[in-house]
């Protein structure tokens, strides 16, 4: 199952959301050693280490491009994260081609941001 394009909105928990972004699992850093230097083998860890455990999962997780989307990031009365499986679309916002293609795009440059 896909995820749904930024903009698209969803029902949770009886509130309506918008798509904002789009999440998956954060991968445990590599073993040290290699080409990387002691330092960062060391703030690779820390920054894994110290990621908050969120969403339904209780998973660390990162942003991500919609194809590998895990969760998606809601906005509406409050922020959620919700499983791609559990989201019924149920419409999309009523903004401007340009205001959805604006949203759109900064969903796709929020990649790689860890979430927290």
Known sequence: MSAPDAGATFEHEGHTYRVDGWLKRMAPPEPPGGQRSPFADILGELLYETQQRTGPDRERLVFCTQDEAEYVSGYGVAGCIVRVR?????????????????????AVRMAGLTVG
């Open 86 to 106: 559990d989201v019924r679309v149920t419409g999309m916002v009523a903004w401007s081609p340009e205001e959805i293609r604006k949203h759109q795009e900064r």
